[in-house]
């Protein structure tokens, strides 16, 4: 598991044991019961399960934008825990990517400024975040909507851009949460196909959080997840034909 | 990032507008009013403007310039016989009647001048010759005095006459003065000819006029005249703020428009508050997306009170604009109480900073409380 591949370590996330529980007292509801769980570099790695089994807890974890109470979270070797706010978000910016359920792109931008925020945030130039950006947009497919703003895109078309958006920084980690929940069919397989080619690297690792049993066929591995806790991992096909 | 926080902002075009509607408003309120006070305020010190000397020397229990407590005329002498002293020159001002030719009265500031140096004379001469004043039963009537008369059907002009005290009032000129808080008009005369209007009274001399010798400050010489006992004296500074001072403490016009101020400054907060909150509130799951993708606490402030301080400054600029605008409007149609000194701007900018500043606070407190990860909700 801990080979190296392309100068990493084999393993871009490892998780031990992770627990998260949301308030106190009798109210108290455990939302990760001691997760484990690796993820490669090089794989699209998918974490499915049913509502309130804890998989959007667990990725908001393993991405560094919610605080744990227990275990560990090794993201590129970097312990989360043991990093400040200041350090986690900063090592966010730079090495992970979002691609959400509702897109989230500001609705006053337009694509190519929508798509350069994570080089702006880093510090990158005007000219150098919408130059990359650009380019992020036709490799996508569509380049010549750059002007257009995201009310004259449609759903398929916003998932394009939030996905130049998370790539346009080159990070290491792919975030993608419910990807297909807002697009039809043909749009949803054509998003997972477009990760697929562009975002999958041996220098990179995708996670997606999906409920979408038609995309299952695009994971290297699948984390089934219940109650709190990782029930198995399948291989490429395993969950695809054992489930669906 | 500062320029897609403003395209942020100007894109929502109807909270946009609220938010600078709000406040250009609270702008305009407190420019506007204050502007009005302070033209006010400026009113009761019009003696002091219309007759512009270093000292101004009264009774002792005197405390502002429309207050006469009048004194013996021996006290000019007293005066001019201090070291550091000049000249020392007599002054009659007191509110008389005014007949006029058809029998109706009008209510005058009678300033009588030193005699002989016409100290204090009208700055500026709209008709006649200031120097005619010395002629029999001459008068010089103000501006204000035209309008008035004019108003009740006498065209004043040179060679009219009215009767103060059953005395002939010759006019000889015509001069622009200060408006004053009464709203009566300036009728100049000479010191002597004021005391045959004036009403017998014991003790005429309502003020001292004093030039300090070359050298000496107005302050050494108000030192020295306030060492006689029964008198004081003011520089011509420290006379106007006292005088502004009296009003503000002895009248009710700060509070009114102190309060008009204060709800200006409730109704900006109030309004730009709640819209720019509102709008942080609609836009805290694309704030909480760009804290998810590295946004530091630092960029996202930038952007809120660029954000805050550009609604700002565009409320700013068109409330005291419209404020101004009011002003120059009334004030081309009439005298009215309108002067805005470069502190309303100042005061008035340092309020809306305040608002701005405390509304993208509150904001900012909202954003940096929002977990990123509620951007997975």
């Not at chain 1, 993820?39 to 309130?52: K, N, Q, Y």
């Not at chain 2, 006992?229 to 700060?254: E, H, Q, S, V």
Request: glycine share 10%.
């Amino acid at each position: 598991m801990n080979e190296p591949a392309n100068g990493h370590s084999s393993s871009a996330i490892e998780a031990r044991g992770v627990t998260k529980t949301f308030g106190t007292g009798d109210s108290s509801v455990a939302a990760l019961k001691g997760v484990d769980l690796d993820v490669r570099f090089g794989e699209l790695t998918m974490i499915v399960g049913p509502s309130g089994c804890g998989k959007t807890t667990f990725l908001s974890v393993l991405c560094g934008t919610m605080k744990f109470d227990g275990g560990s979270v090794q993201l590129f070797g970097r312990d989360l825990a043991g990093m400040r706010d200041a350090e986690v978000t900063a090592f966010r910016g730079k090495n992970v990517g979002f691609i959400f359920q509702q897109f989230n792109l500001i609705p006053t931008w337009n694509a190519v400024e929508n798509a350069s925020v994570p080089l702006l945030l880093a510090g990158a130039s005007r000219q150098t975040a919408e130059t990359a950006a650009q380019r992020l947009l036709d490799e996508v497919g569509i380049g010549q909507k750059r002007r257009a703003y995201p009310s004259e895109l449609s759903g398929g078309q916003q998932q394009r851009v939030a996905i130049a958006r998370a790539l346009v920084h080159e990070p290491r980690l792919i975030i993608c949460d419910e990807p297909t929940a807002s697009l039809d069919a043909a749009s949803g397989h054509h998003v997972l196909e477009l990760l697929q080619k562009i975002a999958c690297r041996p220098d990179r690792c995708v996670i997606v959080v999906t409920h979408d049993s038609r995309i299952f066929s695009f994971a290297d591995r699948i984390a089934e997840m219940e109650d709190g806790q990782v029930k198995a991992v399948h291989g490429r096909g395993e969950y695809h034909a054992q489930y669906v | 990032m500062l320029r897609l926080a403003l395209k942020l902002l100007y894109g929502d075009r109807a909270k946009y507008a609220m938010l600078v509607g709000g406040l250009t408003f609270c702008s305009l309120l407190m420019a506007q009013q204050i502007s009005v006070f302070c033209g006010l305020m400026r009113w009761t010190t019009a003696t002091l403007r219309n007759i512009q000397v270093p000292v101004w020397v009264a009774d002792a229990k005197v405390e502002q310039v429309n207050e006469v407590v009048a004194m013996r005329d021996i006290e000019v002498d007293r005066v001019k016989s201090l070291p550091g002293v000049e000249w020392a020159v007599p002054l009659y001002w007191g509110i008389l009647n005014a007949r006029l030719s058809d029998g109706s009265f009008q209510a005058v500031q009678l300033t009588g001048l030193d005699t002989a140096t016409l100290v204090g004379r009208p700055g500026k001469m709209l008709a006649g010759r200031v120097e005619d004043l010395r002629l029999p039963n001459a008068v010089i009537v103000d501006q204000i005095g035209v309008k008035k008369f004019k108003a009740k059907g006498i065209a004043l002009q040179i060679g009219s006459t009215f009767e103060i005290n059953d005395k002939e009032a010759r006019v000889v000129g015509l001069c622009e003065s200060a408006q004053s808080f009464l709203g009566q008009p300036y009728v100049f005369t000479t010191y002597d000819r004021a005391l045959e209007y004036a009403p017998p009274q014991r003790k005429r001399l309502s003020f001292v006029l004093v030039q300090p010798k070359p050298g000496v400050s107005a302050e050494a010489v108000v030192q020295s005249v306030r060492a006689i006992p029964g008198l004081t004296a003011f520089t011509a500074d420290d006379f106007f703020y006292r005088t502004i001072a009296w009003y503000m403490k002895n009248t009710g016009i700060p509070f009114s428009f102190g309060t008009v101020v204060v709800l200006g400054i409730v109704v900006g907060i109030a309004i730009a508050g709640q819209t720019f909150y509102l709008f942080v509130h609609e836009n805290l799951r694309f704030m909480a997306a760009l804290k998810a993708m590295g946004a530091r606490t630092s960029t996202l402030a930038g952007m809120v009170f660029l954000q805050a301080f550009a609604v700002g400054l565009a409320g700013y600029g068109l409330g005291v604009g419209a404020a101004a605008m009011f002003g120059f409007g009334v004030l081309k149609a009439g005298e009215p109480p309108f002067y805005m000194p470069w502190q309303v701007p100042v005061f008035t900018g340092a309020i809306i900073l305040f608002i701005c500043a405390l509304s993208g606070a509150i904001g900012l407190v909202k954003i940096i409380r929002a977990e990123p990860a509620v951007v997975f909700k």
